[in-house]
Antibody, heavy 123, light 108 residues
């Protein structure tokens, strides 16, 4: 059974770079049928898609965050990572990694999620 | 950008009630609309894909309908374990995605 697990610091200082890793277990990140994504949720608020990556390294970012986001993949470790630079308090959120199934419609959805990790931006 | 507007933002209902949530897209998204359930402190869970298809293992009291710009999510008979926040999500303009703002469902 495929599982995703986020890891990384729970506290980041303002203006620094937030770095998180998602480890995929029970399956291969190199499957041609899936994309891998990051989604965040500020406390008490809704879900915001941050970006996605394909095992080949192709990336897609939310235009509102694009200038600060880098997503990368390490197929040898079955992991993908998120870097968000120049963080502020507005970046405080639970960060989820998730699998997006299928390359094109229909049936595209985020069908497997990690448990999420809380990241607080504070000095 | 495609905007998704859910209503209501919160809802209180009794066990056994029929519950309906709507989601409106700012432009035609065909049936590229998914529904997720998020219980407190947990990750979202996919319930409905492509507007009306029940994900494997999801109870049949959950259903969805609609196409174009207007979509509906229904719980036919509310159960205590259905207390959660529900989100719609469009994927018409892949690889971009947009979530609705969520509907918080509470027991009356």
């Amino acid at each position: 059974q495929l599982q995703l697990q986020e890891s990384g610091p729970g506290l980041v200082k303002p203006s620094e770079t937030l770095s998180l890793t998602c480890t995929v277990s029970g399956g291969s990140i190199s499957s041609s049928s899936y994309y891998w994504g990051w989604i965040r949720q500020p406390p008490g608020k809704g879900l915001e898609w941050i970006g996605s990556i394909y095992y080949s390294g192709s990336t897609y970012y939310n235009p509102s965050l694009k200038s600060r986001v880098t997503i990368s993949v390490d197929t040898s470790k079955n992991q993908f990572s998120l870097k968000l630079s120049s963080v502020t308090a507005a970046d405080t959120a639970v960060y989820y990694c998730a699998r997006r199934r299928y390359n094109s419609a229909p049936r595209v959805a985020f069908d497997i999620w990690g448990q999420g990790t809380m990241v607080t931006v504070s000095s | 950008d495609i905007q998704m507007t859910q209503s209501p933002s919160s809802l209180s209902a009794s066990v056994g009630d029929r519950v309906t949530i709507t989601c409106q897209a700012s432009q035609d998204i065909s049936n590229y609309l998914n529904w997720y359930q998020q219980k407190p402190g947990k990750a979202p869970k996919l319930l409905i894909y492509d507007a009306s298809n029940l994900e494997t293992g999801v109870p049949s009291r959950f259903s969805g309908s609609g196409s174009g710009t207007d979509f509906t999510f229904t719980i036919s008979s509310l159960q205590p374990e259905d207390i959660a926040t529900y989100y719609c999500q469009q994927y018409d303009n892949l690889p971009m995605y947009t979530f609705g703002q969520g509907t918080k469902l509470e027991i009356k």
